[in-house]
């Protein structure tokens, strides 16, 4: 019913690899939500992401921003910053949320979970250099800590080392006096989220499950 | 005067004649099936009819509405994607835990607890509490029934004068119907379980109570005009074992023991309540207990395990949510019933909103006003899905594995999988609680870390 309809501007399902799980009545409906963060443009940029009043309060609002310019989640060959993403750009972060799905195999589930730890991964590491460093682990924290006036920097700092030689003796083992810790790796950090199946707490779903199809 | 005495016996004649006919039919088409557990299709056939009507209405309100310049309320204003209200601490919790095992309580920072803030920032950027007010171009299919939908205003007249005669059926048609099966069916409940209890225990007791049981069931699933889909029925459950499903309403219980044979678990109320559990527990063993008796945890624990070490007992039913939950998500699961080691039978129940809402708010509704409810909506269509067994692995404790199940569950349901306790569904998530989330967050943090440098 809502394919005869037709929304213009927003693309056909078949141009993504979206699984059929998706309806298009769920795509419509991020379409809307698009067209409204972008004020009826075609494109967004990061102003518009300001017009959420709920993402104000949460600590980090900027790296969650700046995950949806971040070309190595649009899928896209050059690396950097994008300055404006279109609806596509917008549905491709979104699937890095999508639901687990019923039929999938071993090497699929896996390569789902990848997916979306590579988006928490991508998070951490701000300068694509496909490793968090100290700095980047301790800017982090105290973008999370941040909520807090009273805490000081020099605390959140030590926090965040200590969490990071925490990780160096996951990743590493024991290291010798000399051994410099270059940085947590993608595998290391795979390594870290064993045991948290990330890919059931990892979505976000759409409220009104299409069930006619399984209840007769 | 002459003339109104042979009249009158006319109408009473006719009223009688009809009122026969009814019966019979009534016999013939829904009695008799249940005995036998067969079914004439009837009530899918009534199904897809329905569906016809609720589009074309859809589509007279959208052309209505359109015509007329009228927005349109969108019925779900909850929003478009599911929620969770979970507390910051539970779910830093529940992901350290199944991480690397380090509690909260023992300080630092942990890799994984970004996941947390960055979730909650995706569902905020996909949908806000400030723009599910109005939709101008599409509604829900709307299902004729005026308690889902907030459109309903004068459109057209041939929509009102079909959601009158929808009223008409319902309330004058359905409705008496449905309470005379409901009350057939739970007399011979009563009963037909009373006269078995009379038998000496043996092959014959069993083999009729479980056929007086599956036929009240089953009748009572017909007074509720309830339309289900049961997938894999090759994993119901089987002696022994306990069968763990999500919950709704009430109204589970019987979509569940129409199709299999289970034993109850639950308290003695009074009332019709009472009599029902007296009388069934004659003529198999349920295990009920006394109110004084469901505080006792262990004593609770103590006679679930003789239950299933009894391989001739029947698997117990349970649902360890402990209250009922809207059909879109699943709670914490109490973890009593996975403390007994016995092989646990997941089973997913979904309705479909469409045709009746089948969650029972308690705090909204009495029993009596959400079963007067259920009688008046078209009909109510679910879906079962039969999980295959699960155990309790070695390494996990009881806590982890009810997680385990919990996630089949909604993961072969589509419902959220969410991890707060269902108490909490009575009060609603305060906004000052999204600004406390970041400083308590930190206060985490930070508060342990001083609390270790200090000893």
Redesign the interface.
């Known amino acids: 019913?809502?394919l005869q309809?037709g929304v213009p501007g927003a693309p056909c399902a078949r141009h993504f690899s979206f699984p059929p799980t998706v309806t298009s009545e769920?795509i419509?409906?991020?379409h809307?939500?698009f067209k409204?963060?972008s004020r009826d443009q075609l494109t967004i940029r990061k102003e518009n992401?300001d017009s959420?009043?709920?993402?104000e309060?949460?600590?980090?609002?900027g790296?969650?921003v700046h995950a949806f310019f971040d070309k190595r989640n649009l899928r896209q060959e050059s690396d950097g910053l994008a300055d404006e993403i279109n609806f596509e750009d917008f549905l491709t972060i979104?699937s890095y949320?999508r639901p687990?799905e019923?039929n999938m195999d071993e090497e699929q589930l896996d390569r789902f979970r990848k997916e979306k730890l590579k988006f928490?991964f991508h998070?951490?590491d701000s300068d694509h250099d496909g490793k968090i460093t100290l700095q980047e682990y301790r800017n982090?924290?105290e973008e999370?800590?941040?909520?807090?006036p009273h805490?000081e920097k020099e605390?959140a700092r030590?926090?965040?080392d200590?969490?990071m030689m925490?990780?160096a003796s996951?990743c590493v083992g024991q290291m010798g006096p000399d051994q410099v810790y270059e940085g947590i790796t993608f595998e290391d950090?795979l390594k870290?989220?064993?045991?948290?199946?990330?890919e059931?707490?990892?979505h976000?779903?759409?409220?009104?499950?299409e069930?006619?199809a399984?209840?007769? | 005067m002459f003339l109104l005495l042979p009249f009158d016996s006319l109408v009473v004649n006719l009223l009688g004649i009809s009122i026969t006919v009814l019966f019979t039919l009534l016999l013939v088409f829904i009695i008799v099936p249940a005995i036998f557990g067969v079914s004439f299709g009837i009530r899918k056939v009534y199904m897809k009819t329905l569906l016809k009507i609720f589009q074309w209405a859809t589509l007279r309100i959208e052309r209505g509405a359109k015509e007329k310049n009228h927005p349109l309320y969108k019925p779900y204003v909850n929003g478009i994607i599911a929620k969770e209200p979970t507390s910051l601490e539970e779910e830093i919790k529940e992901i350290r835990r199944s991480g690397s095992g380090k509690a909260l309580d023992t300080p630092e920072f942990e890799l994984s607890d970004i996941f947390y803030f960055c979730r909650k920032g995706i569902e905020t950027i996909m949908d806000d509490e400030v723009t599910k007010r109005f939709s101008a171009e599409e509604l829900e299919s709307w299902n004729l029934l005026s308690r889902t939908n907030y459109n309903f205003q004068y459109i057209s007249l041939r929509l009102t004068v079909l959601w009158g005669l929808g009223v008409l059926i319902r309330y004058c048609f359905l409705l008496p119907l449905r309470i005379v099966l409901a009350f057939t069916g739970i007399s011979l409940l009563v009963a037909g379980t009373t006269v078995v209890g009379y038998l000496p225990n043996g092959r014959c007791k069993e083999f009729l109570s479980k056929h007086v049981h599956l036929m009240c069931y089953r009748i009572c699933v017909r007074a509720l005009t309830a339309i289900i889909t049961y997938h894999d029925r090759e994993n119901r459950p089987r002696n022994g074992g306990i069968c763990v499903a999500n919950h709704t309403s009430p109204i589970d219980v019987i979509i569940l023991a129409s199709d299999g044979y289970y034993a109850m678990v639950g308290q003695i109320h009074g009332g019709l309540m009472g009599v029902i559990q007296r009388a069934m527990v004659k003529a198999c063993p349920h295990v009920w207990f006394e109110r004084s008796e469901v505080k006792d945890r262990h004593l609770v624990a103590k006679r679930l395990t003789e239950h299933v070490q009894d391989k001739s007992k029947l698997p117990i039913l349970i649902f360890p949510e402990g209250t009922c939950i809207n059909n879109t998500s699943v709670m914490m699961f109490k973890k009593g019933s996975f403390e007994i080691g016995a092989t646990v039978y997941p089973v997913a129940i979904k309705y479909d909103p469409q045709f009746g809402d089948a969650f029972w708010n308690s705090s909204k509704y009495g029993m009596v006003t959400y079963l007067l409810r259920m009688m008046t909506s078209w009909a109510i269509v679910c879906s079962v899905w039969y999980l295959p067994p699960m155990t309790r692995q070695p390494e996990e404790d009881a806590v982890q594995f009810a997680n385990r199940v919990k996630s089949a569950i909604a993961r072969q349901g589509g419902l959220v999988d969410l991890l707060w306790d269902g108490g909490l569904k009575r009060e609603k998530v305060k906004d000052t609680f999204k600004e406390e989330q970041q400083k308590l967050y930190s206060k985490m943090i930070v508060g342990n870390h001083e609390d270790r440098s200090r000893s």
Not at chain 1, 52 to 55: M, V
């Open positions: 019913r809502a309809r769920q419509e409906h991020l809307r939500r409204q963060l992401f959420i009043p709920d993402l309060f949460n600590p980090i609002r790296k969650i979104m949320f687990i019923m928490l998070m951490y982090v924290v999370l800590l941040s909520g807090n805490l605390s030590s926090i965040a200590g969490a925490e990780a996951i950090f870290m989220w064993q045991g948290i199946d990330i059931t707490k990892m976000v779903r759409f409220l009104n499950m069930t006619i399984h209840c007769y």
